[in-house]
């Protein structure tokens, strides 16, 4: 049998396994029945282009996009050193987002103009489907600061039916993260990536994604920050935190109180160990429904100190029935220049 002459629902299954890109290049041209297809019935098409050239960039968005335009469900655009310019160069052909009346997934890459940036999140309202919205490496000059940002974090907390952000906006010499003052009621999963979060800011988090199911972020410890936890959690069941800086034990302890539903929790510790035994309890206490527990954690001992006496006694509190037995959780442990890096191993 020919190609061709396969049924259209098996086609269109191929089709959806490959870029836009790929796809017009591959098949475009070849005959009047695949031309058919692409242009009036094929409706799922998802373009990547990250590395794509100018000259085959222009040919899709002059040639292709005004047929097809309704029917993409997926797009990403990256403004790298190989692609510099690309995301306003598709605003000069599509000025405005409100004609992909189908787009659930938004994907920016290497994007540095805040300008470009707020028409896009701006923009954004337009998607009426919009469900996926992920913003990567994009870093922006040090003489902005938080205000700048405030308006575009309120800006996709207000997007209605959003539910995957992956935000990895940052600003140069500055970490910390703009909270939104909006609330969000779709917004399921939350990535913040490389921007640090205050533990007094951890509040105002839950406040206003009160929908959350799975969250990773970096907390940043300060002394000064009182931490005092307001608003509980139940819908969070996927937690991912790292804190590179010394803090209470008691301080994890009252966030883990909030939030007792987990059931996969990852976190690191880099200035810190928390032994078996506590572990143990806080497990038991405060997250009684964990099936999957990774954890990190390091600590930088003085010259002097017995460094082997402490290894042996971190390994040795992992290694009661509770961690054995009932779990089946199991950890790996190393030094290396006065240092101890303990690690949880993958079942």
């Known amino acids: 049998m020919k190609f061709e002459l396969l049924p259209n629902e098996i086609l269109f299954d191929l ?25 009036k019935q094929y409706r799922s098409y998802h373009f990547i282009f990250n590395w794509i050239s100018k000259y085959n960039f222009d040919i899709i968005c002059s040639q292709h996009l005004p047929f097809i335009v ?12 190989n692609t510099p310019g690309q995301i306003n160069l598709l605003l000069s052909y599509i000025p405005s987002f409100s004609q992909f009346t189908k787009l659930r997934s938004l994907s920016i890459f290497h994007l540095h103009s805040y300008n470009t940036l707020m028409k896009i999140v701006d923009e954004c309202h337009h998607l009426n489907h919009l469900i996926y919205l992920n913003f990567y490496f ?38 910390f993260l703009s909270i939104s003052s909006n609330i969000s009621t779709s917004l399921k999963y939350l990535n913040l990536y490389n921007n640090q979060l205050k533990w007094n800011q951890i509040n105002k988090l839950f406040k206003y994604t009160p929908h959350l199911k799975c969250l990773s972020l970096i907390i940043s410890s300060d002394t000064n ?13 996927d937690l991912k935190i790292s804190i590179y800086s010394t803090l209470d034990t008691s301080r994890i302890i009252s966030f883990l109180q909030n939030t007792p539903n987990l059931r996969r929790f990852d976190i690191t510790l880099g200035s810190i160990l928390i032994n078996g035994h506590q572990w143990e309890q806080i497990i038991c206490n405060y997250l ?12 930088r001992f003085d010259v002097n100190h017995d460094i082997q006496e402490q290894v042996n006694e971190l390994v040795n509190s992992f290694r009661s ?12 442990c190393i030094t290396s220049d006065n240092t101890i890096h303990l690690d949880s191993l993958s079942k």
């Open 321 to 332: 029935s509770f961690w054995i037995d009932e779990h089946k959780w199991f950890i790996r």
């Open 138 to 175: 994009c870093s922006y000059a040090y003489h902005y600061n938080p205000s700048h940002f405030q308006s575009v974090v309120n800006m996709i907390w207000n997007l209605p039916k959003l539910t995957h952000c992956n935000d990895d906006i940052s600003i140069q010499r500055w970490n």
């Open 225 to 237: 920050d009182n931490y005092i936890p307001s608003s509980s959690l139940p819908t969070l069941i």
């Open 288 to 299: 009684p429904k964990l099936k999957v527990f990774q954890l990190k954690m390091k600590h």
């Open 15 to 39: 089709f959806d396994y490959l870029n836009g890109v790929d796809l017009l290049n591959a098949f475009y041209g070849l005959n009047y029945h695949f031309n058919f297809l692409l242009y």
């Open 70 to 81: 309704d029917r993409i469900i997926g797009l990403s655009l990256c403004d790298g050193e």
